[in-house]
């Protein structure tokens, strides 16, 4: 069965830096996400990608914050200057199409973790 | 604002009972609601999805009722195993074509055997 995957699974680094997350959506769908889970706290939408832009944003996505489609199956999350508050769990899924519109359901990826020090 | 509520204690049962989670939600119209589950460490995996048209859900051993009036979900997991212990996730989401989902903080479920 097709799944989303993401690299790294763990992703350690030092306050101010920037970090690059992967992920490889399931390959025949458009639209992409990334949510993130700080520890003992909900799953938060961050942002949504189609058609090689963002459609939604979420407060928490400020311009410390790019998303981009950069070949034909990765969807990569970049943090330009970490902070410690940026330590979570970060979830990239991905949808099909009805039409123009995305399909219901979201397939979600195993997640990375990132620790900022 | 909106907000999405789940029980926030966890819910223990004996194996082989009926587990029942329920979502409420208030200053929100989703389109539709779906129940997810979560293995810690692990992202959300899709379990179900409910249309506001739609009063109730069944897929094997779940159901998920809508109450659209009452602005509650109720997800049920009949004969439980311990297996499926796990934290449950209610996620809503509107009209968008893009199909945001907002998400409770969910349930954890421990079923003993």
Known sequence: ?117 | SQKIEQNSEALNIQEGKTATLTCNYTNYSPAYLQWYRQDPGRGPVFLLLIRENEKEKRKERLKVTFDTTLKQSLFHITASQPADSATYLCALSGLSGYSTLTFGKGTMLLVSP
């Open chain 1, 1 to 117: 069965e097709p799944e989303v995957t993401q690299t790294p699974s763990h992703q350690v680094t030092q306050m101010g830096q920037e970090v690059i997350l992967r992920c490889v959506p399931i390959s025949n769908h458009l639209y992409f996400y990334w949510y993130r889970q700080i520890l003992g706290q909900k799953v938060e939408f961050l942002v949504s990608f189609y058609n090689n832009e963002i459609s939604e944003k979420s407060e928490i996505f400020d311009d410390q914050f790019s998303v981009e489609r950069p070949d034909g199956s990765n969807f990569t999350l970049k943090i330009r200057s970490t902070k410690l508050e940026d330590s979570a769990m970060y979830f990239c899924a991905s949808t099909g199409t009805s039409g123009s519109r995305a399909t219901d359901t979201q397939y979600f990826g195993p997640g990375t973790r990132l620790t900022v020090l």
